[in-house]
Each structure stands twice: as structure tokens, then as C-alpha cells.
């Protein structure tokens, strides 16, 4: 093994000189226990991550810095639980400020991650590594054929191969999907009694259009399921978590969403189109997963990033050349980013994702609570788009199409789930009836590409470039 | 088959038509998706309740791909593909369509037909069950929907015509029961896939004439003569539902030699072995037999761990050589079940067959099928 490739990596994504030396044992060690090996740390430097992802910004590299620090951590949950630090794990997609709340109270005295999706982003985002994890999953108990998450293969297999320890608690949510729960009642079933699991569910029965954050019986409901919760991650872990706590995270995470906000509504009205759609979602992650390291990096390298962005526009320098056609996605595929590639490959840019940005018309409306911070996160959650059921949400892409304006739209990449993926042809037909925005349905897979290859979509894709360009040159010409 | 089962099929055929005769009477017909939306309160509202649980047919299930993903499972797709293709008798006319709002698969489908603009009703059914929070939840949506049945009849569910639907039910249930019981015995009288049409027959049937059925058969196979080979395997087959009309799996079985003497399966089946109590606040009542006091479906958390407590008991009273774990295509919950299953059962030393159906039914399908079915069957002989 020679250790200057694990250095050159931590220098290529934007290490402090200082914290090399120590970093570096450090990675070399997560890299083992991750299962990835040399030749993996080599490939993803000199080819995987230059080929898809804009890493002549700082910006940009800082922030794959801030995922393998995340990593880092990631694989020390062990020697931590080890030390009797407690550890709570969650999982995709949760209320993120009440685990933030968490660490918050509980400081170095907790562990805070949410292990499967940080694995999947780190192993496929960068390394296109995540098969072995998934395999052994599909060996026990998750069925090849049954098309189930990668996420909760992932998590599964975490455990299994000790790359994670047990949570001292999951506190595992269900407000959109089953088998994120499900898969925890699993773990514990299968091989792990330890598995310790607390679950927060709210049914899906709001009706098409309505508002669930209208409905105050419903926020009740969900900020009681909250309160409870979190009364047994608290017997658990031992330490209160305290209402100032969930404030202070509410807060961090809403200053986090404006600056990706600000970030997006700047690429989108750019020409040339200064960034790869990749980026402007990973971006989002931090709003759906804690950072136990904290905030601090991915905040900073975004600060750069806009920074270099705001630069690039100011100059017209872009991806693409100007004039060429921005598609938005429901949410562009970071964990799949050759997607991306070939986009603009064929000239056209992957833009904002509707996953991962707030309009104004959202964020003009008030919020009813103020003081119960319970209430105030039930409210968030049932005003967000995939917290109401699918009119609701529907309307909120209109708004979204509405404000960004995107040339087309790309839906798809979650057929494995049946609630996220299960509406998108739908939402399809829907937005582009009300907007007159093209959409387009691909079958495909966010977190990993083994059923649908680069191969297998590339001319999928190659037509819906060639639509998106002939229907803005048709626009232009006034037809 | 049996006389009796061909005498109910027939009538339970005939239900679309009564109840557009009483529709076109002024009744108010209401679809439902399962179990957790009454049927007790149904009737109580004046209403006529028609049960969804259709499949066996690989048509259907394709047919909404066109609005769904293609990875749920083809009972959810039917509920919306029957109507889709024009092949649902009661979907056109209902006045209101409830979903048990239990799953994803079918929350997305009853969007589905929101979107279709049919008269979709939505009763939540939170699968936290262990916490009293959810309980009082399922009460309310109980409660709620009484409230929107009496808006929709414009007729008050008393207590009274309340007590006596419930009181129905639990008449068939015991009835139910009664034949069940006589499944314990060497050489059962009824077989399973009768015992499983008889179940359907009496979701698509006026209740009082439902028990009387059900009684009237219970008095004629209580002593009738065993109705298969002595000493066959039994076999208890479980899993989420066996849709009405999807009978292979359990014919394929019985007639590869098997006795299939028990079910666990979460829809289209009555919960017959447990009543709902006439004491107090019936609806409560209704609500807590729904919710607590039956074994869990597969979907609530944490349940797989009551739910082996449950098969256990089965295994135990119905003297089971093997299990059948029936699991609908791209049903992603039953299949990680499955795996807990095969390993308990493994340490029990139980044979268990994980068999996976999409309604597809061709020639092609139904020679591997049988091929599999019948080497189980043997292998436990």
C-alpha cells in the first residue's frame, strides 16, 4: 500500500495542509473498513471524480473533503461507542433538526449519523463501491428480485460486516416510506438483537390537494409522535434534549437551506449555466442527513463555492455554452453522477432539483407556531412537498417549474420506492399539463447503476437532449 | 368441490347487481380495501359495504402502468386496474371508495384514483401500534368515518343498529370458527381452498344470510366424510392475501397431495377467530379488535417478532408439516418477513417454501409453479 496515494486524495479534496499527517492515517484506516482498497482511492482521483463532478472550483472539492471527513467519523462510531459515547443512528427521510437537536444537547457525549445513505454517498457518489454492500444484502433476506432500497441494503450489510456498531438507539422514521422502518425491524429480527429501535409513522391518509400543515389536529399528531420519541431517545442516551437545542438546529438548517437556495436561483438564472446539476444536489444533503463532525465544512465550501460561481457568472463562463437547454430533475442523481455527464456531454445542463429548493411562495407563507418547538418542526414537515400527500405536492412543482423556468423536466431514479418513486409518472403528466414544460419518466435507480448502466440510458438520455434543444430553439423561434 | 361452495359462489356472483338494484333503490354503496375500514359500520350507516380484493388475473395489474412504478405489488395495482379496464362491477357506481390507509402501495393507489376523480375515502391505520397515541389515532379515524358515512346516508349509526351488525359479524365469525375447528382434525371435511371461498363468499353477501350460510355449512360438514388422502402433509399457508380469484396456489397444493389446514394471511380473509366485544363504546370495541387484540399485519412495527408467536400457535394446534409463505411480486415487506421466517422456521425445523406470484398464471408460469409446489409437497411427505 503506499501511503501517498491516500495523501494525495485528502490533498486533492481541499485538506488543510496541517491536518494532513494525522488525516491520512486516519483515512487509510476508514478506507479499509469501507472496503475500498488502493487502486479504488486512485481511480476515483484521477477518474471518477474529475469525470463527473466540477472539481476545477474549490468549492466543489471542499465539499467531497467535507464528506470523507464525514466518513472519517463515520467509521470511528465504533471506538466511540467503545469509549461509552452514545450512539443514535436515523434514516432517509427524517425531521433533520431533531437529530441535530440531539447532537446539539449531547455534544461529544453522543454520535449522530444517519450510516446507510452517507455510505451510499460516499462508496458511489466518488468511488462506484457500493456494490459489495448490496450484494450481501441481496444473500440475506433482501431479495435481488423484489427491487428493495439500496439504502436499507446498505445499512443492513453496515452492520452485518461490522462497519458500524449497534445504535444505542435508531430513532427510524416512516413518514413517507415502509421499508426504511421496516428494514430496522428487520436488522433486529435477523441478526441483531441490539438493534434498538424506536419508530415515528404518520399515516397517509390527507386528501389530494389539501395542505397537511393546515390541518392542526395533524400537526398535533405528529409533533406528539415527536415529543414521544424523543423522550425515548432521551431514557436512552441519557441526556435531555432540550427545546433550545431544536431551535438552535432549526435555525442552522433553515441558514443552511437559504444559502443552497440562493445558490440554485443564481445557476438557474445564469447563461451559460456555471454548475453541474450533481453538485447543486449534494449540496442539499446536509438538510436530510446530520453531519456529526457538524456543519461547519460543508457550510465554508459552499460559502467558497458561491463565491467562485458568482465569479464565473459575472465573467460568462459556464459548463456549456450559452443558450444551451437546463433540464430540472426531481432530484439529480449525485449517487449515479455519470447521469449528469452525459447530460452535458450532449449539451445540456442538469439544474436545480425539486427535492432540494424552496420557492418564495413557500417561504412567504407564515408559520402558526412560534413556541413549541415540537409544533414548529410537525409544521415544517407538513408544509414541506413530500410531507403532504400528491396533490399537494404536485402543486408545489408547478410552483417550483413555475419559478426556475427549466427548458424540461427529468422525473424518475427511485423505482425502487413505492411512495418517492410511485407518483413521479404522474407528477409526470400533471406539471407538464399545468406548466407546458416537457417532462420526461426515466426508470432508474438514484443510489446505484447495476440494472440501469450508462449504457443501458445513454440514448434514453441522448433523446431527451435532442427534445429539450429542439423545443428551446422552437421557443426562441416563437413556436 | 363441494356443493355448498359452488350454491355461495353463485350468490356472492350476484352481489354487483344487487347492489346496483339497491342503488338504483337510494342506497349508498361503499367500496372498501379491507378489514380496517367495518363493515359494520357500513351497514349500521344504511349503506351496502363491497369488498376490493380481486386478483389472480394478470391483466390488471398491468394496466395502471401508466400512472404507477412497475415495482408494487399486483394486488395494489389491481385495486385500481379492475376499473381501469372497465372490469370492476361496483368501482362505476360507489358512492365512496375507503382505503385502509395501511401502506404505501396502496396510498399511492388511492391517489391514483383520486386523481381519476372517484369518490376516494381514506381511514389512516398508523402501524406504530404498540403506542397509545396511534391507538387513539385508528379510534379517531373510526369514529370520523362513522361521522362520514352518516353525512353520506343521511341516517344516524345508533348504538342500536350498530350492536346488531356487530352481532352479525360475530355470528359469522363463530361460524367461521366452528369450520375452521374442524380443520384441527386428521381428515378435514372442508378443504382450504373451500374454506378460503367461503371467507370471500361471505364479504359479497347480505350478513344475515351470510351466517346462515355459514352455519348451514358448518351443520352439514361437521360429520362429513374427510376430503383428502389419510394421512397427507398439512400445510399452513400464509402471507399477505389470497385475493379473491387467486386460487392457484392453494389448488396447485391440494392437489399435489396437501392439506392446506390453516391461514395467516392479512386481507380477504375475516379475522373469525376474534370477536368484537358488545360491551361499551362499540365502536372502540371495533377499533380495538381491528387494532390490538388480532395478530398484527405484516406492515405494523414492531410486529414479525407476534406474528412467528401467532403461526407458532397454528403450527402447534393444526399439527403443521409445512409452510407456505405466499408473497405477492415486488411486496417488499413480506419478502424481508420471508427471511426472518425461513430462519425461525429453520430453527424449529419446519419446512418453509417461499412461493412468489405477479398473477401470472400463463401455461408457461404454471409449470415451474407446479414443479415447485409439488417437489415441497413431496419433500415432506
Known amino acids: 500500500m503506499n501511503k501517498n496515494t491516500y495523501r494525495e486524495f485528502l490533498e486533492f479534496v481541499a485538506f488543510e495542509p496541517e491536518e494532513l499527517e494525522t488525516a491520512t492515517e486516519e483515512w487509510i484506516k476508514a478506507s479499509q473498513i469501507l472496503g475500498l482498497a488502493e487502486e479504488d482511492i486512485r481511480y476515483a482521483m484521477e477518474e471518477y471524480i474529475p469525470d463527473n463532478w466540477d472539481v476545477k472550483f474549490l468549492g466543489v472539492r471542499k465539499i467531497v473533503g467535507a464528506v470523507i471527513r464525514e466518513a472519517i467519523d463515520l467509521t470511528k462510531a465504533k471506538d466511540y461507542k467503545k469509549d461509552g459515547v452514545k450512539v443514535v443512528y436515523g434514516i432517509l427521510p427524517a425531521i433533520l433538526s431533531n437529530y441535530m437537536a440531539i447532537k446539539v444537547s449531547g455534544g461529544d457525549r453522543v454520535y449522530v449519523g444517519f450510516p446507510d445513505i452517507f455510505l451510499a454517498k460516499v462508496l458511489n457518489a466518488f468511488f462506484h463501491k457500493l456494490d459489495p454492500f448490496l450484494e450481501n444484502a441481496e444473500q440475506n433476506g433482501m431479495s435481488y428480485g423484489c427491487r428493495h432500497c439500496a439504502l436499507n441494503k446498505t445499512r443492513i450489510t453496515a452492520k452485518m460486516q461490522d462497519v458500524i456498531p449497534s445504535p444505542d438507539i435508531i430513532w427510524t422514521w416512516g413518514l413517507n416510506c415502509d421499508e426504511g422502518p421496516k428494514t430496522d425491524e428487520f436488522i433486529n429480527c435477523y441478526f441483531d438483537d441490539d438493534w434498538n429501535v424506536e419508530i415515528t409513522r404518520i399515516p397517509h391518509d390527507t386528501y389530494w390537494g389539501d395542505c397537511d400543515s393546515d390541518n392542526e389536529e395533524r400537526i398535533d399528531y405528529l409533533a406528539d409522535q415527536l415529543n414521544h420519541s424523543v423522550r425515548v431517545v432521551e431514557e436512552t442516551v441519557g441526556f435531555k434534549v432540550t427545546p433550545e437545542s431544536l431551535k438552535a438546529a432549526s435555525t442552522a438548517t433553515r441558514q443552511y437551506a437559504m444559502k443552497i437556495a440562493q445558490l440554485n436561483s443564481m445557476c438557474m438564472k445564469a447563461d451559460p449555466f456555471p454548475i453541474g446539476g450533481n453538485v447543486l444536489s449534494i449540496l442539499g444533503s446536509p438538510l436530510s442527513m446530520p453531519y456529526n463532525t457538524g456543519l461547519k465544512h460543508m457550510e465554508g465550501a459552499v460559502d467558497i463555492l458561491i463565491k467562485e460561481v458568482k465569479a464565473d457568472i459575472k465573467n460568462g463562463v459556464g459548463i456549456l455554452e450559452k443558450g444551451a437547454p437546463r433540464v430540472g430533475v426531481y432530484f439529480t442523481p449525485y449517487c449515479v453522477p455519470w447521469v449528469d455527464t452525459i447530460f452535458r456531454e450532449n449539451g445540456v445542463a442538469l439544474g436545480f432539483s425539486l427535492i432540494s429548493v424552496v420557492t418564495k411562495k413557500a417561504m412567504m407563507k407564515p408559520m402558526k407556531y412560534k413556541d413549541d418547538p415540537y409544533r414548529i418542526v410537525a409544521e415544517q414537515w407538513l408544509r414541506s412537498a413530500a410531507g403532504g400527500n400528491m396533490g399537494y405536492e404536485f402543486e408545489t412543482w408547478v410552483d417550483k417549474v413555475e419559478t426556475f423556468k427549466p427548458d424540461a423536466m427529468l422525473m424518475g431514479f427511485f423505482d425502487f420506492d413505492r411512495w418517492l418513486g410511485a407518483h413521479q409518472k404522474m407528477g409526470t403528466m400533471y406539471v407538464e399539463e399545468k406548466t407546458g414544460v416537457p417532462h420526461f419518466y426515466m426508470e432508474a435507480d438514484f443510489w446505484e447503476d447495476r440494472d440501469y448502466s450508462a449504457e443501458g440510458l445513454r440514448t434514453r438520455i441522448e433523446s431527451i437532449c435532442q427534445v429539450a434543444k429542439m423545443n428551446k430553439k422552437m421557443k426562441e423561434m416563437g413556436k | ?381
Open chain 2, 1 to 381: 368441490m363441494s356443493n355448498w361452495i359452488k350454491e355461495l359462489t353463485n350468490v356472492s356472483r350476484n352481489r354487483p347487481t344487487e347492489l346496483r338494484e339497491a342503488k338504483d333503490g337510494g342506497v349508498k354503496i361503499v367500496e372498501h380495501t379491507g378489514n380496517f375500514v367495518p363493515e359494520e359500520l357500513i351497514y349500521a350507516a344504511g349503506a351496502k359495504p363491497y369488498l376490493m380484493c380481486r386478483g389472480g388475473e394478470p391483466e390488471p395489474p398491468e394496466s395502471p402502468l401508466a400512472y404507477l412504478l412497475r415495482f408494487m405489488n399486483p394486488l395494489a395495482r389491481s385495486l385500481a386496474g379492475y376499473n381501469m379496464l372497465g372490469l370492476d362491477p361496483v368501482t362505476p357506481f360507489a358512492d365512496m371508495i375507503a382505503f385502509q390507509e395501511t401502506d404505501c402501495q396502496v396510498g399511492r393507489v388511492s391517489e391514483l384514483m383520486e386523481y381519476q376523480k372517484l369518490p376516494v375515502y381514506k381511514l389512516g391505520v398508523p402501524s406504530d401500534w404498540k403506542k397509545t397515541l396511534s391507538q387513539q389515532y385508528y379510534y379517531r379515524a373510526l369514529e370520523k368515518f362513522k361521522t362520514s358515512l352518516e353525512e353520506l346516508t343521511v341516517e344516524k349509526v345508533t348504538d342500536e343498529k350498530l350492536l346488531d351488525q356487530i352481532k352479525l359479524s360475530n355470528r359469522i365469525n363463530k361460524g367461521l370458527e366452528k369450520i375452521n375447528e374442524l380443520r384441527k382434525g386428521d381428515n378435514p371435511p372442508v378443504t382450504g381452498y373451500e374454506f378460503m371461498r367461503l371467507n370471500h363468499c361471505t364479504f359479497h353477501m347480505e350478513p344475515d344470510k351470510a351466517a346462515e350460510s355459514v352455519e348451514a355449512v358448518y351443520a352439514e360438514v361437521k360429520n362429513g366424510q374427510g376430503r383428502y388422502v389419510q394421512g397427507a402433509p398439512r400445510i399452513l399457508i400464509a402471507g399477505h392475501a389470497v385475493a379473491i380469484g387467486d386460487y392457484a396456489v392453494i389448488r396447485i397444493a391440494e392437489d399435489s397431495g396437501a392439506m392446506v389446514v390453516s391461514e395467516m394471511m392479512d386481507e380477504g380473509i375475516r379475522p373469525f377467530k376474534w370477536q368484537i366485544s358488545t360491551e361499551g363504546n362499540l365502536v372502540e370495541n371495533i377499533g380495538k379488535r381491528n387494532y390490538l387484540t388480532k395478530f398484527p399485519p405484516n406492515i405494523f412495527q414492531p410486529a414479525w417478532k407476534d406474528r412467528f408467536e401467532h403461526m407458532k400457535k397454528l403450527i402447534e394446534e393444526y399439527r403443521i408439516d409445512g409452510v407456505i409463505w405466499y408473497q405477492l411480486a415486488f411486496d417488499e415487506i413480506y419478502d424481508m418477513e420471508a427471511a426472518c421466517l425461513a430462519k425461525w422456521l429453520g430453527e424449529m425445523d419446519v419446512p418453509f417454501m417461499k412461493m412468489e406470484s405477479s398473477y401470472e398464471y400463463s401455461r408457461e408460469s404454471m409449470g415451474p409453479l407446479e414443479t415447485r409446489i409439488e417437489s415441497f409437497i413431496h419433500s415432506i411427505k
